[in-house]
């Protein structure tokens, strides 16, 4: 079992930047492909980037060359650094594992706006 706390999420304008935290429980959080989704209003949860257990990643298009995503896997956290953000950005997001993920925590809210 699988645990997810995220945090970082904030309210920023066009073109700044955040960097969120999700925090897993759970011993084998190494050995788990981890993703960051996200959760726009009206719009169905869609995954944004992914990491492998070893650091492999893959980003969405509408996100490729602005987010990095990373691990610490002695910290059982999972990162994502947001830069150059835009309005649609804006969404909930989540941590998750890839492709099948634990029940899901609360979120962290990221609001892009001027």
């Known amino acids: 079992q699988v645990q997810l706390v995220e945090s970082g999420g904030g309210f920023v304008q066009p073109g700044g930047s955040l960097r969120l935290s999700c925090a897993a429980s759970?011993?084998?959080?190494?050995?788990?492909?981890m993703g960051w989704y996200r959760q726009a209003p009206g719009k169905q949860r869609a995954l944004v980037a992914r990491?492998?257990?070893?650091?492999?990643?893959n980003y969405a298009d509408s996100v490729k060359g602005r987010f990095t995503i990373s691990r610490d896997n002695d910290k059982n956290t999972v990162y994502l650094q947001m830069n150059s953000l835009k309005p649609e950005d804006t969404a909930v997001y989540y941590c998750?594992?890839?492709?099948?993920?634990?029940?899901w925590g609360q979120g962290t809210q990221v609001t892009v706006s001027s």
């Open positions: 998750n594992t890839y492709p099948v993920p634990y029940p």
């Open positions: 759970g011993s084998i959080f190494s050995r788990y492909i």
């Open positions: 990491i492998s257990p070893g650091g492999s990643t």
